[in-house]
Structure formats: structure tokens, C-alpha cells
């Protein structure tokens, strides 16, 4: 290698190294105390600051000074201009100043903005930019550009693209500013080139382009008013400003150094070369992940670097054109290649750093750092975190840089945007209220908040937000602050601990407190009467004097006053105020409403209300973050186009007058809605409508008939009633409960009950005639306080089925009195009300449609007054929260309010006793398993899929409170969160084999003989024949396959059971087992497996190996028993009704009523479970709805507890 080539590759190396300090300096300064913006459109501090512009005119005023000193000193100055040249060549100086102007200030812009990784993503296109300007506009062409040329430049660019994906933070202003500077640098360089040939000195045409351009930024900045490193908190900044400009003024010499001696092409390509050495240093120095993407744009990268090189070998074979120059044509063709790469690029950057929001830990906790100042702050609201917001945390934190700061999120979407901040300084947890507000005077308001939101309307969430603050305030010692003001120019007192609030104003007299802006010790005496006085002063639904919606609440007033006589008399903790200087963030008002039914026109109609109405309305206001219009029942159109209304149709609808469907704009969840036989001829003109809503949740089995009659059978299921899943506001225990109410009893039915209970009961009735009838927040607040009522009863007895229902759902124990004529109910003297139907299960339920007067005196007489033992049929209970859960929780708004609220998990409800099994499912496949259908050339993924949830539901149909074990290490717990959120126990427990052998006897079974056995063609299915044999002999329990149906209890049978395969009693199946924890039996099974393993029989390990070590324990008297441990056998028919090569035909597949009706014979005398037999039937549903008028649709259909799942 010749001196020239050496010395050229110093300076490339010189350049490269100088550029890397720079990026790492620069955007440093860009992110101290700031943070990345997650926002698309977002602004950092330090792009509104201006820093940007101010570490531009630094870097160019020293690098241009440096130069032009140095020229000066050595009188190096090349002024070889000819007059002939010299026009030209000012205007090409003055281009070239302005463009580099232009390409500095975006580059620092896009640094200020984005990460350093997001403005190479743009940058790396720069090869191709300049191939364009170079093939159409600069005519005098130095290199060879061919065919291959461009492949290797979209290559290397395409390749440090993905490189650099990894750590990209997609914003339009960053991105915008990256484009420009990409496009500012390519057209300067060309610039540059041309310069050369008047100016040879890199010295002279880097001072020139450096100089006069910082002189002309300098005068932009004073122009404005701005001092240099004004906003600047500290010396280090300062610093790194020098040590910035230094490198810039080498790597700028160095670049243009090489520019001299090589194309413009070439350099953008040692430039593109030092961009991914650049990335690297940065992907070290700010600590960013590798990932899959970096290193394939990587390999990329290498491939076009390689393809450049090798390009010279042929060039005469490549030339580019042979056609005549035309620079629209080329210019055209260019920009389109270069525009869909930046696209393509983009796109799948966005689409590889997009986390997942299907999920949020709400378990997740802020961070405690020691020795750290803290601040916190809290997003109550349920609209997204805006734009704004998250900008003006960033503010906050910035200006308080050496403070931990904790955002309490009442939203998904919240907690994603705080760590996609990714500060480390800032965190984030879900707000969970009711744990936030614990153990102060709030907590007892809150529990109220389905009330209180019909009372106060859309102000709930603001005060819900003062809420949270206060409690905060007395739970911690850290400075909270209100994110919706704008805290641009706050900073933290240098006294922390102190207390103290903030004000818009000195002046006494006039005090306008800011509470959003406060800091006081825990547990602090003022902070105790703020918040008494808090909920003194708030609206009560117990005492509503005026009917003006929404009700007021002054938390200004409340400060004002407690402060006043507060620090009248404790002058020694009376908190300081501070006055600040702050303006509200101009947000986007709320555009979605949120609605609960009304009754007015019912109303005036009777002349009369009953509550019922209103107290089925409270169950959907839980999960309401909100409430901000009525919706008339019985006159849905007057809410036409009044924007787009979320609403819980659970009600009554049987008014032929009624207007269906209702209009557009209104939203409803069918969920738990009668229909009464008037309304049928409506809902037969509008069936369009009804069946683009299916399936619909039926409150009662009539209306489930009804929508199956009308729209088929899976447009309909059963959900019972919603007021089933409302919570109890007081959480007593059952010795706290005094009371007892007679809720709308018949006299005939009351003269039954014994004399001292007559004596003791306190009648209500639901139905009102009084003037509070005709006033919308009485109606309501009537209701809630019957709900107060019963939450906090003995017992109800009751005709009225929304006095009934509330208190299954709050644990109340009632006794429900089911007769002709029901108050609000109907049935006729033969036939019981439709409206309960399904429901009496979940009651004491005094038939007297089945009793005699006699039979219903000895019931009552019998009943244990004195300890009202638990409502029945929890199990049914559950199911129906189960099932409406599912429904609800599909809408994003209602999950984060369910969590925010407190609604989730479900409280588990009172039973007076259990048999608590242990059950053990096995899973081992994913979704890119392929399992093979026995007797088929098809497969079916190895995902979990419904058929295999089903099992699990089917489990706990029948044993609600089982707790049920999935092991595997393909399964997530968060999938089963469904179950767990409504009270149902899954754990799902990631095994290894090497950890579950240990201390069993197949411990030898690790080593060679696994290693060796992994590779083996039924090794997926040994596999779970160990683990399952593993699990019983370490847990005990019962295990069953993930295609068992369960059908009926097994409460009466005993462990230590197997089940025959065949009916002659020769065969076992491994599918269902029953066992004690170390069984004697589970033993000699896993010695055998570990001893006589083979892998090249399918059933040699499982059920054969079960079939040889029972037939090693039978006795002479045919008993199956060893040293005094014994196992039982059950029949085939308990879990094999079908043989697995007849289950595809005999269940999936026949139609036959008579067959239908001898398998629900067979299945009610013999039958605990189906066994499905997946690997030959596991298409059937996966794709498509089971076959209608099978077995199998009708109990994959019928034992399930997420039952609005119709397959």
C-alpha cells in the first residue's frame, strides 16, 4: 500500500473515531435529565429549548474560528480563483454555507428529538441520494456508476437501516429532521467536490462553510433574544459543549480531508461505513439490546459492502445507461427507489419496536431507589395519555433531573407510553384506587363510586384524580404534581420535606390554591382533615335536596376553608405557600360518552317507579370510568346522533312502542337483557341488526329460547343477570350482619314465616309513588341506598328478583319466595315467571309452585335463622360472572376501569363447604408444532387452542374452587387471566425434566437416556407420559388430558383410581388418573419407565407401561394391591364413551336424534368425562363451527364458564 493510500486510510479512521464522540456527546446532551418521547408527534425539552440550535452554532463558530486561525497562522490560503471562475464559484461557496447550515441544524434537531439510532436510519439512504444528484445533476461524472454500484449502495443502506432498527424511536418531526439533514449533506458534498476545483485547501473549505455559517446562526440566536448555554443546569454541560465542537471541527476536517481525494459516492459510503461503527459505540454506551434485526442488517450491510468492492472487476459489463440524459427521468426514478426504501425501512422498523399492549402487569410496582429524591404523579382519566402530558412529564423531570419519578397509571396505554420513555428515572405502576386510597377516610367514599358517578357526572375522574393525590400525599413523602398543568418552568423546592401547597397568587384574600403542586411528610395532620373534610363536603346519594345534574363538588373551596381553620390553631405544622406561575395544558375534551339507561317516560306512564330498574343499572356503572348522558329506555331515538354512546343494555324490553334498533351512535353491550313476548314482532323487522350483535347474552332461559327461535342457536347464550357481578360497597363479615328485610312479600306468603322473624323484619318496597319518583338523581340514589341495605343484611326474603339478585352477588343469604303474580315479576297461576328462569338455583328458593302451605311452614321453620347458611349453586354463580367477564373485558376501556376500580379479581363468594381437588393438565406443544391427525394426511397446530380452555373450563364447571395446575413451558400465566380474574385458580408452572425426576424414581432417566430419547420419533408423546406420572407422584391429585370433557363431579369418588380403555378389562389409558401424592403404584410406574424405556413404540411408555405394573399388582383375588396400598379401576364408559377410532363419526359427525339421545343416557348413568381423542378428531372446530345436532356440540356448548364462546 502506496504513503497516499495509508495516509487516506488514518484520516478515514481519524474521521470515524472523531464522528463517534461526537454522536455520543451530542446526543447525551440531547437526553440528560430528557428523555426519549414516545409520542409520534411529540416534542423533548430540549428541541423546545432550543438546544439544538445552540450546540449547532458552537460546533460551527469553533470548528470555523479553529480553521480560519489556523490558515491565518501558517498562511495557508489558496485564492486560486479565475475571473473567469469566480462568479461561479461565490455562488457555489454560498450554496454550500447555507446547505451545511441546513444539514448541521437538522442533524441536531433529530438528536434533540429522536434516538441517535433513528437519525442513522435515515441517514444510511444518504449513498442513494447522492447516486441520484450525481447521475442526473452533476455531469461531470468521476466514478462508475453501474447496475451493481446501485445494488451494493441500496444494500448497504438497506442493511444499516435494520441495523440500527433495533434502537429507533419513531417520531415525524425527529424522522423529518433526519431526512433533511440526509439530503442537506449529500447536496453539500457535491458542492464541496466543486469547491475543490477553485479551492484545494480542506482547511479553507471547511472554515469558509463552518465560519460564516455559525456567524449567521449567531445572529439568528441574539436576534431572538436567546444567551448562550442560558438553560444549561451545570458545568458538565458546558463540557461536553467543548468536547462536542472539538470532535466536530476533527471529524468535519477529516471528511472533507477524504472528500478531496475520493468521489462523492465513496465517501457517502466510508460515511455509511462509520455509521454502523457509530451505532455500535452508542448501542455500548447507552446500554441498547441487541436484537435479531441488528445483526441481520449487519450481514446486509457486509453484502453491499462487498458487492461495491467487487463491482470494479467488470465495470464495462454494468453501464448504468445507454439512453439519452434526461434529469426529469432520472430524477423521477431516483426519488421513487429512494422513497419506497426509506418506507419499506421505516415500516419495518415500526412494526419490530411496536410492544405488545394486549397486556399490562398491574402487579407492577415502582421502583424504590435509596437515597433518591422522588416525585409522583398520577393519569386517573381513561382517554389515552396525551402527546401533551407526556411531554410535560419529560418537562418536569427534566428540570428536576436527579429525581425519581413515579406516574400512576389508570390506563394500559399509559403505563406503555411511561416505558417507552425508557428512563430508567422514570417509572410507572397501574393504579389500582382502592389500594391507593386503604386506610384513610377516602376508602369508604370511594366504595360508593357507582353512585357517585350518576351524581357528579364527567367531574368524577377529576375528583377521583384529587383523590388519588391526597392519599398519596398521606401514604408517602414525595413532591405529587397535576400532569395536565404546564410545569415548563417549575422547580423543586431545595427544602423537600417540608410542607407545603402551591398557589396562583399572593394575596391572601384572594388565595387561589394549586393543590396539583404539593409536598407534604406522611402521614402529615393537615392532610388528614383535607381529607375528612374531603368527603364531608362531597355530594351524598343519601341526601339529594335538588335534582341540577351534575351535582358540584368545590375541592377549591374545601382547601380554602380547611386551610383557614387549620392553621388557625396549628401554626406549627400549617403547610407553606409557595406561589407558582403555571398554565393548564390545552387538552382535547372528552368525544366518548359514557351512559346508564333511565326510566322518565316508564315512569310517568305507571305513575309510579320501580327501583329495580335503577338498582340492575348500578352492576354496568362499575365499570363506567364515567357517566355523561341518560339514555331513555323506551325512547332511544331522542339520543340520535348526540356522539358515540357506550351503554350495558341489561334491562327489560318488552314495550311494543319501543324504537329498534336503536340509532347509530349508540353503542350497547346485549348483555343480560329480557325480552318480553310483546317486543318479538319488533325484533323479527330488525333480525339484521340483532345478528350483526351476536351472540347476545340472555338474562333468562325464556329470552334465550326466544333469540334461538329468532336468530339460530349460537347467536344466544345465557349470562344471567349483570346485577350478579356487582360488588359489595362494605366489606363486613357475616357476624357484622344484624338485619333482616321483607322486600315485597305477599301477606299470604308472610304470615308463613315464624312469628319472631315477622316480628324482627324491617319491610321495604321497591316501588315509590312519592315525588322523588318523578327526579332521575332520587330514583337513583333511592336505589343505591337499598343496595347499602342488603349489602350489609342477615337475610332478605324477598318476591322482587332485583332484591334478590343484588344480594347473591354481596353474599347476602336470601330466601326467595317464587309464586304466582310476583311483584315486577308476572307468572301465571300455572306457570312461573319467565324473568326467573335459570336463576332460581342461586337462592333459597321457597317454591311455592311445587310446595304445599304445610311443606313451605316446615321449611321455614326449619331454616337457620340465627346463622343463614350461604346461598346455593356458587358454582352457577360463578359461571355467569365468568361468562359476562369475558364479554366485558374484551373492550379495553372496561378492563382498565375494572383494574383502576378494584373490580378485579371478583371476590370469591361465601360456600358453606367445598372439596377443594387438586387437578393436573400437561402441555407441551406451541404454535409452530405440528401435530398429526391419526388417520389423516392433515395436522393441527400445537397452539393452545379453545378446545384445550374447555377442558379447563369444563373442570370448573363442576368444581368451581378446584385448584387447577397446567405444567408447561409453552404457556403464559397472563393467558388464563380470564379465569383467574373472576375467582378460578390456575397456576400455570414452567417444569424441566432434569428438575422434576430429582428425588423420584426415574431419576436415572437424565442423562444419555434422555438426551438420547429427545431425538425419537414419539419422544412428544413420552414425554407428557412421564411428566404426567411426575406430577402425581410429587403433588397427588387427579390428571387428566387437555381433551377430557368433564361432565360430571367427582366429589363422590376416591383417589387411587385408573379407568379401563377397552370393555374387557385388558387395557389401560393414561388419560384420566387419580392418585395420593407418592403412591406406591406411581413408583413402580416410574422405575419401570426409567428402567425399560423404548422409543420406538408409541403406547409402550404410557399406557402399556400403566397396563404391565397393574398386572404386576393384581392378587389372587383379582384386587389390584401391594403392601397395603391399593388402586381401582374404573369402567370404560367413565371417561372412553367412544372408542378413539369411532369419536370423529360417532360425536362430531352424527346427526341421529335417537343416537343423541342414547349418548345422554350413557353419559347421566355412567359417564365423569368425555375423552375426545385429539389426535384423531383435532380439526373438528378449529376452523369452523362444530356440526349442528351432535354430542359434541352440545357438550363442548354445555359444560363451559365462558359460555359467550359458542363453537
Request: net charge positive; aromatic share 12%.
Amino acid at each position: 500500500m502506496d504513503k497516499k493510500w495509508t495516509l487516506l486510510f488514518a484520516v478515514v479512521i481519524l474521521w470515524w473515531v472523531a464522528n463517534t464522540i461526537v454522536s455520543i456527546v451530542s446526543k447525551k446532551l440531547m437526553i440528560d435529565g430528557s428523555p426519549v418521547t414516545s409520542g409520534v408527534t411529540n416534542w423533548t425539552p430540549a428541541f423546545v429549548d432550543l438546544r439544538w440550535i445552540e450546540l449547532t452554532a458552537f460546533q460551527l463558530l469553533f470548528g470555523g474560528t479553529v480553521a480560519m486561525i489556523w490558515l491565518r497562522t501558517t498562511g495557508n490560503r489558496n485564492n486560486a480563483a479565475t475571473n473567469s471562475n469566480a462568479k461561479a464559484s461565490k455562488y457555489t461557496v454560498v450554496a454550500a454555507i447555507i446547505i451545511n447550515l441546513v444539514g448541521n441544524l437538522a442533524t441536531n434537531a433529530a438528536y434533540a428529538i429522536i434516538s441517535s439510532s433513528s437519525t442513522q436510519v435515515i441517514k444510511s439512504f444518504e449513498p442513494i441520494f447522492i447516486f441520484t444528484l450525481m447521475r442526473c445533476f452533476y455531469k461531470e461524472e468521476e466514478e462508475n456508476l453501474t447496475y451493481i454500484a446501485l445494488s451494493s449502495v441500496t444494500l448497504m443502506s438497506l442493511g444499516a437501516s435494520l441495523f440500527v432498527v433495533g434502537d429507533s424511536s419513531l417520531n415525524v418531526w425527529g424522522v423529518g429532521a433526519a431526512v433533511v439533514s440526509n439530503i442537506a449533506f449529500a447536496v453539500r458534498n457535491i458542492f464541496l467536490k466543486k469547491m475543490h476545483t477553485f479551492r484545494e485547501n480542506s482547511f479553507q473549505n471547511y472554515a469558509i462553510i463552518s465560519f460564516y455559517g455559525g456567524i449567521f446562526i449567531l445572529l439568528v440566536v441574539l436576534g431572538n433574544k436567546v444567551v448562550f448555554l442560558k438553560t444549561l443546569p451545570g458545568a458538565t454541560l458546558r463540557t461536553e459543549y467543548a468536547v462536542s465542537s472539538f470532535f466536530y471541527f476533527v471529524y468535519n476536517i477529516a471528511s472533507i480531508s477524504v472528500l478531496q481525494s475520493v468521489g462523492p459516492l465513496s465517501h457517502s459510503l466510508f460515511n455509511l461505513t462509520e455509521r454502523v461503527i457509530v451505532i455500535l459505540a452508542n448501542i455500548i454506551f447507552f446500554s441498547i439490546p441487541f436484537s435479531l434485526i441488528v445483526v441481520l442488517g449487519f450481514l446486509v450491510f457486509l453484502l453491499g459492502l462487498v458487492m461495491y468492492h467487487l463491482k470494479s472487476l467488470k465495470p464495462h459489463v454494468f453501464k448504468l445507461f445507454n439512453i439519452k440524459y434526461n434529469s426529469l427521468r432520472c430524477t423521477i426514478a431516483y426519488v421513487s427507489i429512494s422513497l419506497v426504501l426509506v418506507l419499506t425501512v421505516l415500516f419495518v422498523y415500526h412494526s419490530s419496536s411496536k410492544e405488545n399492549v394486549d397486556y399490562v402487569d398491574i402487579n407492577k410496582k415502582c421502583k424504590i431507589l435509596e437515597k433518591q429524591k422522588y416525585m409522583t404523579t398520577s393519569w386517573v382519566y381513561s382517554k389515552e395519555l396525551p402527546k401533551e402530558v407526556i411531554s410535560n412529564i419529560n418537562s418536569m423531570h427534566f428540570l428536576n433531573p436527579n429525581t425519581f419519578l413515579c406516574v400512576y397509571c389508570g390506563t394500559s396505554q399509559c403505563i406503555k407510553a411511561i416505558v417507552d420513555l425508557k428512563n430508567h428515572l422514570i417509572d410507572s405502576e397501574f393504579l389500582v384506587i382502592p389500594k391507593i386510597l386503604k386506610d384513610t377516610p377516602l376508602e369508604s367514599w370511594f366504595s360508593h363510586h357507582p353512585i357517585n358517578k350518576v351524581l357528579v357526572g364527567p367531574e368524577f375522574e377529576t375528583h377521583l384524580q384529587e383523590a388519588v393525590q391526597l392519599a398519596l400525599h398521606w401514604h408517602q413523602q414525595r413532591l405529587y404534581f397535576n400532569p395536565t398543568l404546564n410545569v415548563k418552568n417549575f422547580i423543586m423546592p431545595s427544602q423537600p420535606h417540608n410542607a407545603w401547597i402551591s398557589s396562583r397568587t399572593n394575596n391572601l384574600t384572594k388565595q387561589t390554591f394549586k393543590f396539583e403542586i404539593s409536598n407534604f411528610p406522611s402521614h402529615h395532620p393537615f392532610v388528614a382533615q383535607l381529607m375528612e373534610n374531603y368527603v364531608k363536603d362531597y355530594p351524598k346519594f343519601g341526601d339529594i335536596s335538588h335534582s341540577t345534574w351534575p351535582l358540584a363538588f368545590d375541592f377549591q373551596r374545601t382547601i380554602r376553608d380547611t386551610f383557614a381553620k387549620f392553621c388557625s390553631s396549628n401554626t406549627d405544622t400549617c403547610p407553606t405557600i409557595i406561589t407558582i406561575h403555571v398554565s393548564e395544558l390545552k387538552l382535547t375534551k372528552v368525544s366518548h360518552h359514557f351512559a346508564t339507561l333511565t326510566y322518565d317516560q316508564n315512569v310517568a306512564e305507571n305513575k309510579g317507579a320501580n327501583l329495580g330498574n335503577e338498582i340492575q343499572g348500578f352492576p354496568g356503572l362499575q365499570f363506567l370510568p364515567y357517566v355523561n348522558k341518560f339514555l331513555e329506555r323506551d325512547n332511544l331515538d331522542q339520543s340520535k346522533g348526540t356522539g358515540h354512546v357506550t351503554v350495558f343494555f341489561n334491562a327489560w324490553w318488552g314495550d311494543s312502542k319501543t324504537s329498534w334498533p336503536p340509532p347509530s351512535n349508540i353503542d350497547p353491550l346485549l348483555l343480560s337483557i329480557h325480552l318480553d313476548s310483546d317486543i318479538i314482532p319488533i325484533i323479527k323487522k330488525n333480525l339484521e341488526y340483532f345478528r350483526n350483535k351476536a351472540p347476545i347474552g340472555s338474562k333468562d332461559l325464556e329470552t334465550l329460547h326466544i333469540l334461538h327461535n329468532l336468530l339460530g342457536p349460537d347467536a344466544a347464550y345465557f349470562s344471567g343477570c349483570l346485577t350478579l357481578l356487582l360488588k359489595n360497597p362494605n366489606q363486613i363479615s357475616s357476624n357484622q350482619r344484624k338485619d333482616i328485610y321483607l322486600v315485597d312479600v305477599k301477606s299470604d306468603y308472610e304470615s308463613l314465616l315464624p312469628v319472631q322473624i315477622r316480628e324482627k323484619a324491617i319491610k321495604i318496597e321497591h316501588y315509590i309513588t312519592s315525588d322523588e319518583k318523578d327526579d332521575n338523581m332520587k330514583r337513583f340514589s333511592a336505589a343505591y341506598n337499598l343496595i347499602e341495605k342488603y349489602s350489609r343484611a342477615s337475610i332478605v326474603i324477598t318476591q322482587r328478583i332485583h332484591a334478590a339478585l343484588p344480594c347473591v352477588a354481596m353474599g347476602t343469604p336470601v330466601i326467595f319466595i317464587n309464586s304466582p303474580n310476583l311483584k315486577g315479576g308476572g307468572g301465571s297461576d300455572t306457570k312461573p315467571s319467565p324473568r326467573t328462569t335459570g336463576l332460581l338455583s342461586l337462592f333459597h328458593t321457597l317454591d311455592m309452585y311445587t310446595m304445599s302451605v304445610e311443606d313451605a311452614k316446615e321449611w321455614l321453620s326449619t331454616f337457620n335463622w340465627q346463622a343463614p347458611p350461604p346461598n346455593p349453586d356458587v358454582g352457577k354463580l360463578m359461571r355467569i360472572r365468568a361468562t359476562a367477564w369475558d364479554v366485558i373485558r374484551q373492550r379495553s376501556y372496561f378492563y382498565d376501569a375494572s383494574q383502576k376500580f378494584g373490580l378485579i379479581p371478583f371476590s370469591p363468594p361465601p360456600v358453606a363447604e367445598t372439596k377443594e381437588l387438586l387437578f393436573h393438565l400437561v402441555f407441551t406443544t406451541t404454535s409452530k408444532s405440528n401435530v398429526s391427525v391419526f388417520g389423516s394426511t392433515k395436522s393441527v397446530s400445537g397452539a393452545f387452542n379453545w378446545r384445550h380452555l374447555r377442558t379447563l373450563e369444563s373442570i370448573f364447571y363442576r368444581h368451581p374452587f378446584a385448584k387447577v395446575i397446567i405444567h408447561s413451558s409453552t404457556l403464559l400465566q397472563r393467558q388464563f387471566n380470564v379465569l383467574t380474574e373472576v375467582g378460578y385458580n390456575v397456576e400455570v408452572l414452567t417444569y424441566t425434566l432434569e428438575d422434576l425426576v430429582k428425588d423420584t424414581p426415574a431419576a436415572s432417566f437424565v442423562g444419555d437416556k434422555l438426551k438420547n430419547a429427545t431425538g425419537g420419533k414419539f419422544w412428544y408423546a413420552h414425554e407428557s407420559d412421564l411428566i404426567r406420572l411426575l406430577v402425581l407422584y410429587k403433588w397427588g391429585g387427579v390428571y387428566i388430558d387437555t381433551d377430557v370433557i368433564l361432565v360430571r363431579s367427582f366429589d363422590n369418588l376416591k383417589l387411587n383410581k385408573l379407568v379401563w380403555q377397552d370393555l374387557y378389562g385388558t387395557r389401560l389409558n393414561n388419560g384420566v388418573m387419580m392418585f395420593e401424592k407418592g403412591h406406591t403404584f406411581l413408583r413402580d410406574c416410574l422405575k419401570e419407565f426409567a428402567e425399560t424405556y423404548r422409543g420406538d413404540e408409541w403406547d409402550y411408555n404410557g399406557p402399556g407401561l400403566l397396563t404391565r405394573i397393574l398386572d404386576k399388582w393384581k392378587d389372587a383375588n383379582g384386587l389390584y394391591q401391594q403392601n397395603g396400598s391399593d388402586v381401582q379401576v374404573l369402567g370404560k364408559k367413565a371417561f372412553y364413551m367412544f372408542s378413539w377410532d369411532v369419536v370423529e363419526e360417532q360425536c362430531f359427525q352424527n346427526t341421529s336424534e335417537s343416537s343423541f339421545a342414547h349418548f345422554m343416557k350413557t353419559m347421566k348413568k355412567k359417564a365423569y368425562g368425555v375423552h375426545l381423542a385429539s389426535k384423531m378428531t383435532g380439526l373438528e372446530g378449529v376452523d369452523s363451527k362444530l356440526k349442528e345436532k351432535t354430542f359434541c356440540k352440545y357438550i363442548l356448548n354445555k359444560f363451559c364458564v365462558l359460555c359467550s364462546r359458542i363453537y
